[in-house]
């Protein structure tokens, strides 16, 4: 520059005089959602065949399902909630129940930690997140939400060897009466749930949850009501799908569209939507689903989301589980479905007082933050269904003098006839009825587990 002119000699001896300091520059900025992008890289080549080459090489624009805002709010409360000090590992996954678009996901708490993605690779125990399976079998064959079953310490018979399956309740808390299925998805009653598996069809369940979309292999046991096999969390947040729109089974899809450099279309994709469920037990089931937030219903215990149904502002559904190795949240608006797992990779067993609300306060504050502004919508009654007031102590027909009720949906006609009050005035009877009733309960269980033997498919 002297020597062109552009500077005098003054200032050239003092430039040569004047240390130079370099600063550091980010060479390339942080990945968003790296554990989605992950599972878009291996569809490319696993699922939709393309040539690694051409993936390599770049210049290909992918046009994703991914929503920006959704993966930010799923990030955010997986940071806020999980703790630091400690290597509890989660997953979140929030899915369109209308065409399966994956709108977010979080496979681990640190990707540069731990890049292996929870969400879409792991297999866990779902707990009790599986029984609304369950249930939308039991209403398929003849239950009711208000179907009455004991909820009592009960041995259920394995073989004629004299082998016993003993599930029991969290807390060992039990009504040592009868409840409805409403109150017990509302409460996660294990007993209720065995015996519904025990008065159905071994095969029934399965078929069920693989109706859903479940394609994980599946034991056919009676441990399989509280969710003893493990699945995915991508796959179970999936197959809540029909529950929130009337009964549509809908592919998981991350990838729209793939265009190369020039602008040509190498993948065009559209959502794989196939009606699996009758929208009359979907909605039923929606509306059991909703009362785990309602505090009105506790009663000998609580809700199980009793913790988390003052974060709620919209109509949500939804059914928590835990295994002593994993915490589970999912469940869903008309419009979004949220699933949260927290556990060990290494299946430590949970401390369940310390960490049992982890995977309910992302899913909540998710789920919240995912659809802030948007038009609270309710969830569309079909044809064919109406809703009841059910008294909570009897089951029956809820009346004023009777005490506190809720509201249940039934196929037309199939509600209760009998009113509450009718137990108001022979307690004497009562008592005499309900013994009657506890023999024919144990009467048509054994008899139905005596197929379940001849099935040779029963194993705790």
């Known amino acids: 520059m002297k020597d062109q002119g552009k ?49 390599e090489a770049g210049g290909l624009k992918v046009f994703t399902t991914l929503d920006a805002d959704l993966q930010k709010a799923a990030e955010t409360y997986v940071e806020q909630e999980m703790p ?21 996901m979080v496979g681990g708490v640190h990707y540069d930690e731990s890049p292996f993605n929870r969400a879409y690779d792991a297999r866990r125990s779902p707990g009790s997140t599986f029984k609304p399976f369950l249930y939308y079998a039991a209403l398929k064959n003849g239950f009711t939400p208000a179907t009455l079953l004991r909820s009592e310490p009960t041995s259920f ?49 399965i078929e069920t949850a693989q109706a859903a979309g479940i394609e994980s292999t599946l034991s056919p046991n009676l441990s399989l009501a509280l969710g003893a096999s493990d699945v995915g969390v991508l796959e179970l947040t999936a197959a809540y799908s029909p529950f929130a729109n009337g009964g549509a089974r ?41 009362h785990m937030f309602n505090s009105e219903l506790n009663d000998y215990t609580s809700v199980t989301g009793n913790s988390i149904s003052h974060l709620i502002t919209r109509p949500m559904a939804g059914k928590s589980g835990s295994t002593p190795n994993d915490n589970w949240m999912i ?38 933050k995912s659809l802030e502004g948007e038009l609270k919508h309710e969830f ?51 008592a005499e009825e309900a013994k009657e009733e506890i023999s024919k309960e144990k009467e048509k269980l054994f008899d139905r587990l005596k197929r ?9």
């Not at 060479?27 to 291996?42: G, H, K, L, N, T």
């Not at 630091?84 to 399966?100: C, F, H, R």
């Not at 379940?452 to 705790?460: H, K, L, P, Q, R």
């Open 380 to 430: 569309q009654m079909p044809p064919g269904v109406e809703n009841v007031d059910i008294d909570l102590a009897t089951g029956l027909l809820a009346d004023e003098a009777c005490g506190n009720a809720y509201t249940a949906a039934f196929v037309r006609n199939t509600a209760p006839t009998e009113s509450c009050t009718e137990y108001l005035e022979n307690d004497e009877l009562n």
């Open 157 to 205: 018979p394995l073989n004629e060897e004299g082998d016993y399956y003993e599930p029991g309740n969290y807390g060992e808390i039990y009504a040592n009466d009868f409840i409805t299925m409403t109150q017990a998805l509302a409460y996660s009653d294990n007993i209720y749930a065995v015996k519904t598996h025990v008065l159905q069809e071994p095969e029934s369940l």
């Open 7 to 55: 500077i005098t000699a003054e200032q050239y001896e003092e430039a040569l005089a004047t240390d130079i300091e370099f600063s550091e520059t980010q060479q390339s900025q942080e990945r968003v959602a790296p554990y989605f992008q992950d599972v878009v890289e291996r569809e490319l080549l696993e699922r939709y065949d393309l040539d690694p080459a051409i993936v």
């Open 452 to 460: 379940w033997f001849s099935s040779n498919e029963i194993d705790g």
């Open 331 to 368: 469940g869903y608006t008309p419009n979004l479905v949220t699933g949260v797992w927290v556990g060990y990779d290494d299946n430590t067993p949970l401390d369940h007082r310390k960490h049992g609300q982890i995977a309910k306060k992302i899913w909540v504050k998710t789920l919240e």
């Open 250 to 290: 809908v592919e998981p899809r991350l990838i729209e569209r793939v265009e190369d450099a020039e602008g040509n279309v190498l993948i065009d994709t559209e959502p794989e939507v196939e009606q699996a469920f009758d929208e009359r037990q979907t909605y039923m089931m929606t509306e059991m689903m909703r």
């Open 84 to 104: 630091a000090d400690e290597p509890l590992q989660t997953a979140v996954v929030s899915v369109d129940p209308t065409t399966g678009d994956v709108k977010a």
